[in-house]
C-alpha cells in the first residue's frame, strides 16, 4: 500500500506542476540533426543547465521549452543523446537554436535493447550486453537465425542437429542450468516474446520455431546473458534471452532488394573401406550384414560419395518503406526455398512483414508489427533409426550396388525395388537409403502469425505510460510415414502419423517510464510494469500401423481397429509485476536495480508466486577521475547480482492424470499416467554474480571487455526414473543442486588499420573467447545419477551425474586394475568392465571467435574464424561401422596387434597377439565399448567469408538508384578437425539437453553462394 501511494503522489505532483501557469517565460526552438549525415534526431535530451526544465526531440528532430527571462539571457542548453557528444549552447536571448550533434567515437553503437524493449545507454549498464549486428548476420550467409549467431557471442554455445534443410539447432548461453527443463533462451522481436518450441524426434530433423524468423528482417540482435540483464523478464527468461530488433520505416521513401543463391555440399564424411565385400569370415555370404568378406575383385562404389547431392538454398526480398515527419511504414516480402544434400529433402519460408508507427501532437505514439510466416519442410530419415539413410549408407557392403547400375536411382524405382514391389537391399533389416528417401517421408507446414500492437502516451516530457499487447498463434501439420516394407515397422505392416498442432501465445505489458534529470549531477529512469502471458496449444493425433493398399499413404488406408486417435489441450498462464530503477551520478556511476514477481498456473497454488530481484552497478572511472590520457581513452568497471530462475518444464507436473490406450475388445479404455506428479513442486531458482570491466584505448582504436561470472541453480525440477513395481516409472521431484555454472569471457576488438578514405586500406579485427566450467555439485540425497531425456542409443548417454560436467557421457568402458591399467584375458583380449562409468565430457574447454574485416576502394572482405579446444564426442557411428567391417579401420584385418594391458589372472604385462579381424570387432556387440568411439575434439573452421563490392556513389546517382552491391559468400568453406566422423558440429538428440553423440547423424554442409543488393 506504501508503495502504490508513493507512485500515486509522484504522478499526482507531475500533474499539478504541470497545469501550475508560468510567469515571464520565454519559448526557445528548434531542429537537432546528425553533424555528418544531416538526419534529424529523435529522442534528444535538452536541459537547462542547472535547472530541471528539459524535453526531447520530436520525430521531425524538433524540440521546444519555456525558460525564464534570466535564463533566457544568460542560461545554457546542454544537448545530450546516445552515441553522440554532448554540446552545450548558451541561449543569448535566441528564440531559435538549431544544433548539429557529432557523433562520439567513444559511445557509438553504445544504444542497447534491453529487457521489455526498453533501450538504454550501454555505458549505464552494469552487466554484460553483446550485440549482432545486420552485417554480421548477411555475412553468415545462414537462412536459420541461431545458426547465425554460432561463434559471433561470447558465452553463446550453438550446435546444429545437422545440415539437413531445416533442422533443428541449440543455443545454449552461459551452459545449461536446468536438468528435466528447457535451457533454450527467451526469443523476443520487437518486444514480443515468440514461441521457440522444439518437439525432438529420432527419426528425422525437427526444426525448433525460431526457424520462422526471417534474418533479413533483422536490424540487429542483443543477447542478454546474465540474470541482471533478463531478470524483467521472470521466469521466461531464466536462460537469457535473445532480443530482436526488426527494421523500420525511416520515412524517407525506399526500396530495397536482396537476392542470393548458394549451393551447398556435404562438408565432412566417415572414412569407408573399399577393399572387402560382403560376407563373414573371408566368405562371401548373400543378404549378410557384415562386410567381413573375400577381397573385392570387381567394382567398388563409395556409396555416400554417390547418394549425396549438391543442395540449392535461393532467397529473395523485398522492402518497401516511407512515411513523413508523423508517420512512417515498411513492407517487406521473404522467400527462402532449399533443396537440402539428401534427395527429395527441402525447407521453404515465406515471410511477409508489415510495420508501421505514427505520432499525434508529440504525445501519442503507436507502432503495430505484423508478421506472416508459413514455412515448412521435406524431411529425411536420420539417426538411431533403421531407415535412417546415414545408417544405410554407412552399413551397406562396398560391393553391393544400392543405385542398382542406374545414374539417377531417386528417380528410378528399379534401384531400390525388385520386381516383385519388395525392397530392393543389402540385408533385410536396413533400407536402402533410395528407398527411404522414396517410401518412407516426413513433411510439415506452418502457418504463422505474429503480431505486435504498442501505444504510448507521453503524459509529460518526463512520464510516459505504454500498452504493448502481442500475439504468436501458428499452425503446425505434420504427416510421416513408413512403408510396410521398409524395416522400421515390417512387422506392423507400416505406419502413418498425423499430426495438428495449434498453438496460441498472447502477452500484454502494461508499464510506465519516468526519467529525470536533478541539476547536473543526477538522473533517475524508471520503469514501474505489469505483464500477463498465457499459453494454449492443442495437439491432435492419429497414429495408424498396417497399410491395406501399397503404396498408398493415407490414415483411410488403415484398418480402423489399428489407428489410435487423441488430442492433448495444453495451458499455461502466468502473472508479473515488475520495476527497474536506475541512478545515474555526474555520468560516471550508474546503480541499476530490478524487481519482479511471477505468479505461474503450472506450480501449486502455495508454491506459484516467486520473487526476482537484481542489482548492478557500473563505473566508469576514466570519468571519475577525469582522465585526459591518449592511452586509456575508456575505462568501466561493473559488478551485478541476481536471483532469476525457471518454473516447471511443462503443465500438470503437479497431479496424476490418465491417457488414453489401446482399445480392449473394442471397447474404449484409459490408463493412469505413468507419471506421479508433484504437488508440493517448487520454481528452480538461479543466483548469479558477475564482475567484468570495459576499457577503450588509443581514441578507442582498441578495446577490452572481460567478464567473469557465476551462476548456482538450487531446486532443479527433475523427473527421476523409479521401480516399475510402483506402478509408475517416474516421479517429478525437487532436486538439491546446485547446479554451478563458472565462465570467463573476453571480446578484443581492435582498428589495426584505419581508413581517412576508401583509397586506403581498413582493417577491423575482433575476437571473442570463452571459457565454462558447467557443473553438478550434486542431484537428490540418494540419487547421484540422472540420464537426460534423449532419443535413441541407449549403450552411450548424456547423464547428469553428481561432481561432475553437466551432460557426461556414460557408458560400456574397460575394466581396470587399482593402477589403471586394462585388464586382458588369457587369449589377449581387453575384458569389459560389468559397470557402466564415465567415458566422456562433452563440455569444450573453451571456444573463439576471430572476425576480421578489411576494405580498400569499393571492396570489403570479411571472414570469420571459428576454435573450439577440447570436449568429447561419442563416435556411435564409426563403433558400428567396425562391427560391420565398413570402417576404414578394418582394413587391416590381415594384421596382429598385443593389446596394452595386463594380464587379469597373472598381473603381468600382455603380451599376447590378437588378429584384427571379425571375431575382434564383433565380440563387444553392434555399438562396441563406449570407451572406444570417445574422440576429444579439436576444431579450426573458416565460419564465413565474404567478399563484396560496393558500387560507387558516382556510378549509383548515374544509373539513378541509391546504392548496390554483390558480393560472394561462403559458409564452412575450411575445416581442420581430429575428429574422425562427420562434421563433429551434431547432436544426436537436436536441440535436446541431450549432447555430445553422433550416432548416423546426417553429415553437415559448406556452401559457396552470390548475393545482390539494390537500394532505389
Same mark, same amino acid.
Given at each position: ?23 515571464? +517565460? ?25 535547472k530541471n526544465t528539459g524535453a526531447f526531440s520530436g520525430l521531425d528532430g524538433d524540440y521546444s521549452l519555456e525558460v525564464g527571462d534570466d535564463a533566457f539571457k544568460t542560461g545554457t542548453l546542454i544537448f545530450s543523446f546516445i552515441g553522440y557528444k554532448k554540446q552545450e549552447v548558451a541561449i543569448d536571448g535566441r528564440s531559435e537554436i538549431n544544433v548539429k550533434l557529432l557523433p562520439d567515437q567513444v559511445m557509438l553503437e553504445e544504444a542497447v535493447v534491453t529487457a521489455i524493449g526498453i533501450k538504454k545507454d550501454k555505458r549505464k ?29 561470447? !558465452? ?17 548461453? $552461459? ?46 540482435? &542483443? ?8 531478470? #524483467? ?64 575383385? !570387381? ?44 534427395? #527429395? ?5 515465406? @515471410? /511477409? ?89 516426413? $513433411? ?84 514501474? !510494469? ?142 493412469? @499416467? ?108 540418494? #540419487? ?52 557402466? +562409468? ?10 573463439m571467435g576471430w572476425r576480421n574485416t578489411l576494405t580498400w576502394r569499393q571492396f570489403a572482405l570479411s571472414f570469420l574464424i571459428d576454435v573450439r579446444i577440447g570436449g568429447d564426442l561419442f563416435n556411435g557411428t564409426a563403433n558400428v561401422m567396425r562391427f560391420h567391417g565398413t570402417h576404414i579401420d578394418t582394413e587391416n584385418r590381415e594384421e596382429t596387434m598385443v593389446w596394452e594391458g595386463v594380464n587379469v589372472n597373472t598381473g603381468e604385462a600382455n603380451d599376447v597377439a590378437i588378429p584384427l579381424d571379425q571375431s575382434f570387432y ?9 570407451? &572406444? ?8 573452421? /573458416? ?30 568453406? #575450411? /575445416? ?19 549432447? !555430445? ?13 552470390? +548475393? ?5
Amino acid at each position: 500500500m506504501k508503495f502504490n501511494t508513493h507512485w500515486k503522489m509522484l504522478l499526482l505532483l507531475l500533474c499539478v506542476s504541470a497545469a501550475i501557469p508560468t510567469f515571464s +517565460q520565454q519559448s526557445v526552438s528548434g531542429v537537432v540533426t546528425d553533424a555528418e549525415t544531416g538526419e534529424n534526431l529523435l529522442g534528444v535530451t535538452v536541459v537547462l543547465k542547472g535547472k530541471n526544465t528539459g524535453a526531447f526531440s520530436g520525430l521531425d528532430g524538433d524540440y521546444s521549452l519555456e525558460v525564464g527571462d534570466d535564463a533566457f539571457k544568460t542560461g545554457t542548453l546542454i544537448f545530450s543523446f546516445i552515441g553522440y557528444k554532448k554540446q552545450e549552447v548558451a541561449i543569448d536571448g535566441r528564440s531559435e537554436i538549431n544544433v548539429k550533434l557529432l557523433p562520439d567515437q567513444v559511445m557509438l553503437e553504445e544504444a542497447v535493447v534491453t529487457a521489455i524493449g526498453i533501450k538504454k545507454d550501454k555505458r549505464k549498464i552494469g552487466y554484460a550486453v553483446t550485440e549482432v549486428g545486420e552485417d554480421e548476420l548477411e555475412r553468415s550467409g545462414e537462412m536459420n537465425l541461431m545458426n547465425a549467431l554460432n561463434a559471433k557471442v561470447a !558465452g553463446v554455445q550453438v550446435t546444429s542437429s545437422s545440415g539437413t534443410p531445416g533442422a533443428s539447432t541449440s543455443v545454449r548461453i $552461459r551452459g545449461n542450468k536446468s536438468i528435466s527443463g528447457s535451457n533454450a533462451p527467451l526469443y523476443v522481436i520487437d518486444g514480443v516474446p515468440v514461441d521457440d518450441s522444439y518437439r525432438g524426434s529420432n527419426f528425422t530433423d525437427q526444426a525448433n520455431r525460431a526457424i520462422d524468423i526471417n534474418p533479413d528482417d533483422i536490424e540487429r540482435i &542483443t543477447v542478454l546473458k546474465g540474470g541482471p540483464a533478463s531478470a #524483467l523478464y521472470g521466469v521466461r527468461a531464466g536462460n537469457g534471452a535473445v532480443i530482436i530488433t526488426t527494421k523500420s520505416g525511416s520515412g524517407e521513401t525506399r526500396i530495397n532488394f536482396r537476392s542470393s543463391v548458394n549451393f551447398d555440399q556435404v562438408n565432412k564424411l566417415p572414412h569407408t573401406q573399399l577393399l572387402y565385400g560382403q560376407g563373414e569370415n573371408d566368405e562371401f555370404v548373400e543378404g549378410s550384414r557384415f562386410s567381413w568378406g573375400p577381397s573385392i575383385s !570387381g567394382d567398388s562404389y563409395d556409396h555416400a560419395d554417390r547418394f549425396f547431392q549438391t543442395g540449392v538454398t535461393t532467397n529473395n526480398y523485398l522492402s518497401f518503406e516511407g512515411g513523413n515527419k508523423t508517420t512512417n511504414f515498411l513492407v517487406s516480402l521473404g522467400n527462402t526455398s532449399q533443396q537440402g544434400i539428401v534427395p #527429395l529433402t527441402s525447407f521453404r519460408r515465406t @515471410n /511477409l512483414r508489415l510495420t508501421g508507427r505514427t505520432s499525434w501532437k508529440d504525445r501519442l505514439h503507436i507502432q503495430t508489427n505484423v508478421n506472416f510466416v508459413n514455412s515448412g519442410a521435406d524431411r529425411g530419415q536420420r539417426g538411431s533409426n533403421l531407415s535412417g539413410v546415414m545408417l544405410g549408407l554407412m552399413r551397406a557392403p562396398a560391393d553391393f550396388d544400392l543405385a542398382n547400375g542406374f545414374d539417377n536411382p531417386v528417380d528410378e524405382p528399379m534401384a531400390y525395388e525388385n520386381p516383385d514391389g519388395s525392397q530392393r537391399t543389402y540385408h533385410a533389416v536396413y533400407d536402402n537409403p533410395y528407398w527411404s528417401v522414396n517410401r518412407n517421408r516426413s $513433411r510439415e507446414d506452418i502457418h504463422r502469425v505474429i503480431a505486435s500492437l504498442e501505444t504510448r502516451l507521453d503524459l509529460t516530457e518526463h512520464l510516459s505510460v505504454i500498452n504493448r499487447i502481442s500475439s504468436d498463434y501458428y499452425n503446425q501439420q505434420s504427416k510421416s510415414h513408413w512403408d510396410g516394407r521398409s524395416a522400421e515397422y515390417r512387422d506392423l505392416g507400416g505406419r502413418i502419423f498425423n499430426a495438428t498442432t495449434v498453438q496460441q501465445n498472447l502477452n500484454n505489458d502494461l508499464f510506465f517510464l519516468y526519467n529525470q534529470s536533478f541539476g547536473e549531477d543526477w538522473e533517475l529512469s524508471a520503469t514501474l !510494469g505489469h505483464n500477463y502471458f498465457n499459453y494454449e496449444t492443442t495437439d491432435t493425433e492419429l497414429d495408424g500401423v498396417g497399410f491395406i493398399i501399397p503404396d498408398f499413404y493415407d490414415i483411410s488406408n488403415v484398418d480402423i481397429i489399428n489407428v489410435i486417435a487423441d488430442d492433448f489441450l495444453t495451458r499455461e498462464r502466468g502473472v508479473g509485476a515488475y520495476v527497474d530503477a536506475n541512478i545515474g551520478f555526474r555520468d560516471y556511476l550508474f546503480l541499476g536495480v530490478t524487481a519482479r514477481n511471477d505468479w505461474l498456473s503450472n506450480l501449486p497454488e502455495n508454491n506459484n508466486s516467486f520473487f526476482y530481484p537484481s542489482m548492478n552497478l557500473g563505473f566508469i572511472f576514466t570519468e571519475a577521475a577525469q582522465m585526459d590520457s591518449k592511452v586509456l581513452s575508456y575505462g568501466k568497471l561493473r559488478a551485478s547480482f541476481a536471483n532469476v530462475g525457471n518454473g516447471a518444464p511443462s503443465p500438470y507436473l503437479t497431479s496424476n492424470f490418465f491417457n488414453a490406450a489401446a482399445p480392449v475388445q473394442g471397447q474404449l479404455s484409459f490408463e493412469p @499416467n505413468g507419471e506421479i506428479g508433484n504437488p508440493n513442486l517448487r520454481p528452480e531458482t538461479t543466483s548469479t554474480i558477475e564482475f567484468g570491466t570495459d576499457m577503450r584505448f588509443f581514441e578507442n582504436r582498441f578495446g577490452l571487455d572481460v567478464t567473469w561470472y557465476r551462476s548456482e541453480t538450487t531446486d532443479p525440477i527433475i523427473i527421476s526414473f523409479i521401480p516399475s513395481s510402483s506402478g509408475y516409472t517416474t516421479a517429478v521431484l525437487n532436486g538439491t543442486g546446485p547446479i554451478r555454472n563458472t565462465g570467463l569471457e573476453i571480446l578484443l576488438d581492435a582498428t589495426i588499420l584505419e581508413a581517412e578514405s576508401n583509397r586506403q586500406l581498413g582493417w577491423e579485427s575482433s575476437l571473442n573467447f570463452n571459457r565454462l566450467r558447467n557443473e553438478v555439485v550434486s542431484i537428490l540425497d540418494g #540419487l547421484d545419477e540422472l540420464p537426460l531425456p534423449s532419443f535413441g542409443l541407449a549403450s552411450t548417454q548424456s547423464t547428469v551425474v553428481s561432481g561432475q560436467p553437466y551432460g557426461v557421457l556414460m557408458g560400456t568402458a574397460w575394466a581396470r586394475d587399482d593402477a589403471g591399467n586394462i585388464l586382458v584375458n588369457d587369449e589377449g583380449y581387453p575384458i569389459v568392465d560389468s559397470e557402466r +562409468q564415465i567415458v566422456g565430457d562433452p563440455n569444450p574447454d573453451f571456444t573463439m571467435g576471430w572476425r576480421n574485416t578489411l576494405t580498400w576502394r569499393q571492396f570489403a572482405l570479411s571472414f570469420l574464424i571459428d576454435v573450439r579446444i577440447g570436449g568429447d564426442l561419442f563416435n556411435g557411428t564409426a563403433n558400428v561401422m567396425r562391427f560391420h567391417g565398413t570402417h576404414i579401420d578394418t582394413e587391416n584385418r590381415e594384421e596382429t596387434m598385443v593389446w596394452e594391458g595386463v594380464n587379469v589372472n597373472t598381473g603381468e604385462a600382455n603380451d599376447v597377439a590378437i588378429p584384427l579381424d571379425q571375431s575382434f570387432y564383433t565380440r563387444y556387440g553392434l555399438v562396441g565399448v563406449s570407451e &572406444t568411439g570417445i574422440e576429444t575434439v579439436n576444431w579450426l573452421r /573458416l565460419r564465413d567469408l565474404s567478399i563484396t563490392w560496393t558500387m560507387p556513389r558516382e556510378m549509383s546517382d548515374r544509373l539513378k538508384i541509391k546504392g548496390a552491391s554483390i558480393g560472394l559468400i561462403t559458409r564452412n568453406l #575450411l /575445416l581442420f578437425t581430429n575428429y574422425s566422423g562427420i562434421d563433429p558440429e551434431t547432436s544426436l538428440s537436436g536441440a535436446a539437453n541431450s549432447f !555430445g553423440r553422433d550416432y548416423f547423424n546426417s553429415p553437415n554442409t559448406r556452401s559457396v553462394g552470390l +548475393q545482390l543488393n539494390l537500394q532505389f
